[in-house]
């Protein structure tokens, strides 16, 4: 399968200003300049297939979004190449534009003040969408999500889960080769998070849409993502899809407990007693991360039970949310 989107060797730097403190740090700024060079993409290299759904992952900061704005059009690479669909982004912007789509962050691009349809009609200007399309991908959105009720009703109006639906709704609207989606369910309730995964996984079937997703939530990892690409720092950390990643941490457990009293504190009890695994609780059980290559589930359980009445326990494998959590601190050795 040939590669719609191609990076090799991509570098982005940016100049930035290193500010005094002070009145007089602030005066002497405007008179000399001490500028430093922050390396937000290092050297990264990747090419992802027609169709593909990546999930593009890394802490803050870690350039995520510098790199998919290069892979827009919006920045120009300090050095290396990046094709999209056969464009150079930020040389054929127009054209690029043309064969994308986006939703970023809360950035909507509807029209606040005007029901979706009317949104839906200027977009199918601007992009200029045949008659027969245009009707095309509304009898399936109303197939995929009950967009009926929507289609009248001001922006303003909506809930954020419905504006953000909608917003996904007009990136694929004029049936783009790429659809960038940056945090599409952040701030959302479970069913609408629900709602959306089923969404945008039904558009990359029906249309072949190739979907690059940022995301923190790994409910839509798991659910959306084929292959993972995960960047800390501007490099490259990991390039595969998520069963391999697992295989790396085939040795970690997750051993759960109950027991009385309250649950974060005791787990910040058993975090000091157990300074080489990772310890953490929610309102139900407190989870620790066991490597069996250093100690064995059962001599952590036995070192618990010396302590500590322990009312039930779950034994599980290693979830994706843990992998990634290890790699952001330790990186794939």
Same mark, same amino acid.
């Given at each position: ?180 989606? @940056? &945090?599409?369910?952040?701030? /959302?309730?479970?069913?609408? +998070? %629900? ?7 039904? $558009?990359? =079937? ?76 929610? @309102? &139900?059980?407190?989870?620790? /991360?066991?490597?069996?290559? +250093? %100690? ?7 070192? $618990?039970? =010396? ?27």
């Amino acid at each position: 399968m040939s590669a719609i989107i191609e990076i090799k060797n991509v570098t982005k730097e940016f100049k930035v200003l290193k500010r005094r403190e002070g009145l007089k740090g602030s005066l002497k700024d405007l008179f000399s300049r001490n500028y430093k060079i922050v390396r937000a993409v290092d050297n990264i290299s990747m090419q992802i297939a027609q169709g593909e759904i990546v999930g593009y992952l890394g802490p803050n900061g870690a350039g995520k979004s510098t790199t998919i704005k290069m892979m827009t059009g919006v920045l120009e690479p300090t050095s290396g190449e990046i094709l999209v669909g056969g464009n150079v982004p930020y040389k054929n912007r127009t054209r690029n534009a043309q064969e994308i789509g986006v939703v970023f962050g809360q950035r909507s691009q509807l029209w606040w003040a005007l029901p979706l349809i009317e949104s839906f009609r200027l977009l199918k200007d601007i992009y200029q969408i045949p008659d027969a399309d245009y009707e095309e991908m509304l009898k399936l959105y109303q197939s995929l999500v009950d967009i009926e009720p929507l289609l009248h009703k001001p922006v303003r109006q909506m809930s954020l889960g419905q504006r953000t639906l909608s917003d996904i709704l007009a990136a694929f609207l004029h049936n783009p080769k790429i659809v960038f989606l @940056d &945090e599409p369910t952040i701030g /959302l309730d479970v069913s609408m +998070k %629900a709602k959306i995964r089923t969404l945008i996984h039904a $558009l990359n =079937k029906e249309k072949k849409t190739t979907v690059i997703l940022t995301t923190h939530d790994m409910g839509d990892v798991d659910a959306l993502c084929q292959r993972i690409v995960i960047i800390d720092k501007g490099k490259m950390l990991y390039d595969n899809d998520i069963a391999h990643l697992k295989r790396f941490f085939g040795s970690y457990r997750t051993l759960k407990i109950r027991v009385d009293g309250d649950l974060k504190q005791e787990a910040e009890n058993i975090q000091k007693e157990l300074p080489d695994n990772s310890v953490s609780a929610d @309102d &139900e059980w407190i989870s620790v /991360l066991v490597d069996e290559e +250093k %100690a064995s589930v059962m001599d952590v359980l036995g070192c $618990l039970q =010396k302590k500590y009445k322990i009312r039930d326990m779950q034994l599980e494998e290693i979830s994706s949310e843990e992998v990634i959590k290890k790699i952001y601190e330790e990186g794939v050795q």
